[in-house]
């Protein structure tokens, strides 16, 4: 699959100010960006924009659904999209995370987005 | 119903006095049965027994309490000696002599220190004995004392056993409670730091915006360092230790240490932080405690070294390992603190904006240890140096375990 030219990129993080400097960082290097604080407000927005070709979730994440079972939902109903997990602390067990996902430690680094995107887009 | 009464039989079995008690009772008196005894309202319960006359008592072994003389001492709290009963004006009618089938007998109260009746020191034999003598009575009164004060240390054992199971526990929570408070507090602090950049962003072309926010994530940074030592410190006393997530990437390792030294330069920019970092290797490390144990040599070497002279920095990762050394000029640290420096809360002297704890090289020494690796000091007229040594196959190469300070 190649990507498209008006591959959004969703963010899903709790913390309003690091989910802002992160939104930032991405939008600095090119990408049209949604935000989303919460798993169930994520998947309103996968339903309703079939743009959205990757996800950027934090771990640690309040409301019913962990960002990890978030990896879960997205592969089984939106199997092209790209998952990428954040935390600053432990990185979670492969198993823990929906196939094909890439873990980024924080605090991200623009380097890190730009490798793990490319590679994410060179590897499908 | 027996158990009841059990915690009372161990403790009488957990002295050693008491056989030997008993044994030189019913040799000094010539009689033949001795026994301590837990006397309560509505039991007698043999504790400790010695039978030479075949009464046929057990440790555990129960009369009914109405028919024996130490149910009326429980009452009176005054001894009962008999030397003849057939003689004794006072029991020679009583139903218990004959019941049990005894001439003489002596029994003597065991009170505790808070004065509640525990039972008896009671000895009885078929045939009569010379009882009512002061060196007998007060060899008794003696022994039941000695029982006593037995008793009451046992339980103050027991109680000092349980304060110190309740403050080992409740020792063990606050570390917990540290370690969990230490993992807290980082988003918020991750929020401000992601704060600070948002408004970095925005007002860089201000020089006093600019100025105000590089102070503000100067002390965010130290901030965040004192949380990872803290939490990390918590959970090196709650046993699990540090656990590292080993990754070999040498662009990893080379950004983290960049990233550190910018930090650090970005938080003190009055001072000079010199850098020299190679890596031509990748070598498997935790890069997020390597950056930590930086930060620590680092923020040390700033408090403690000179402030017009540099802190140098080299890192050196090849095919024999890892090898990081961070140094400073200034007054050599003094013999005896540099003995205890790598201990928790050790502090030396002379530190100027000191962290309030004294455990940066704690924390330091054990993200070493956790990568089988060391960290050694050498301190001299010239310089301080800390070197971190991380082997990338152990005992094979070890001929510049301690390197000589060298710019």
Not at chain 1, 2 to 12: E, M
Not at chain 1, 19 to 28: K, N
Not at chain 2, 239 to 248: H, P
Request: hydrophobic letters at 40%; aromatic letters at 4%.
């Amino acid at each position: 699959m190649t990507s498209r030219p008006a591959a959004k990129i969703l963010v899903v993080e709790d913390e309003p100010l690091i989910r802002m400097d992160l939104v930032a960082s991405l939008e600095d290097m090119g990408f049209p960006v949604l935000e989303a604080a919460n798993a169930t407000a994520a998947i309103a927005m996968l339903e309703s924009d079939p743009a959205i070709t990757t996800v950027i979730t934090d771990v640690d994440m309040p409301g019913t659904m962990d960002c990890l079972a978030l990896t879960f939902l997205v592969r089984d109903r939106w199997p092209p999209c790209h998952l990428i997990v954040v935390s600053g602390h432990r990185r979670p067990n492969k198993s823990d995370m929906a196939e094909g996902s890439r873990f980024i430690r924080k605090p991200l680094t623009t380097h890190d987005l730009h490798r793990v995107l490319a590679e994410l887009d060179g590897g499908n | 119903m027996k158990s009841d009464y059990q915690r009372d039989i161990d403790a009488i079995g957990k002295i050693d006095a008491v056989p030997t008690i008993l044994d030189v009772v019913c040799r000094t008196t010539g009689m033949g049965f001795a026994a301590v005894a837990r006397v309560t309202e509505d039991r007698w319960i043999a504790c400790s027994v010695l039978d030479h006359i075949a009464f046929g008592l057990q440790p555990g072994g129960e009369l009914k309490v109405e028919t024996t003389i130490c149910h009326e001492i429980r009452q009176s709290g005054d001894p009962v000696i008999i030397n003849n009963v057939a003689e004794d004006p006072l029991y020679c009618g009583h139903p218990t002599p004959a019941m049990y089938g005894f001439q003489s007998y002596i029994s003597m109260p065991i009170v505790r220190k808070d004065g509640s009746f525990f039972g008896t020191l009671c000895a009885i034999d078929p045939k009569p004995a010379k009882l009512k003598d002061p060196e007998i009575v007060g060899m008794f009164r003696l022994f039941a004392e000695l029982i006593a004060a037995h008793l009451d240390s046992i339980d103050q054992i027991a109680v000092s056993e349980q304060l110190l199971a309740r403050e080992r526990a409740f020792g063990a929570m606050r570390e917990k409670f540290i370690a969990v408070l230490g993992h807290d507090l980082r988003n918020p602090l991750a929020s401000i730091v992601s704060g600070a950049k948002l408004l970095m962003r925005r007002h860089e072309a201000e020089p006093d915006s600019r100025h105000i926010l590089l102070l503000m994530q100067g002390s965010v940074l130290r901030m965040r360092g004192l949380i990872d030592n803290i939490a990390d410190f918590a959970r090196s006393r709650l046993g699990g230790g540090l656990t590292l997530d080993l990754e070999a990437d040498a662009a990893l390792l080379e950004r983290t240490l960049d990233q550190v030294v910018d930090e650090l330069r970005t938080a003190h920019p009055d001072r000079s932080i010199i850098a020299e970092v190679s890596v031509d290797q990748p070598v498997p490390l935790d890069h997020g405690r390597i950056a930590q144990l930086l930060s620590n040599l680092i923020g040390n070497a700033l408090s403690y070294g000179d402030l017009d002279k540099p802190v140098r920095v080299s890192a050196k990762a090849d095919n024999s390992g890892f090898e990081l050394a961070v140094e400073n000029s200034g007054t050599p640290i003094r013999a005896d603190t540099l003995a205890n420096l790598f201990e928790p809360f050790a502090r030396g002297e002379g530190g100027r904006n000191v962290e309030g704890l004294g455990l940066g090289l704690f924390i330091a020494s054990e993200i070493a240890k956790a990568h089988g690796g060391t960290l050694e000091v050498t301190s001299g007229e010239v310089s301080t140096r800390f070197v971190l040594d991380i082997r990338a196959t152990p005992p094979a190469r070890n001929n510049s375990s301690h390197p000589e300070p060298n710019d």
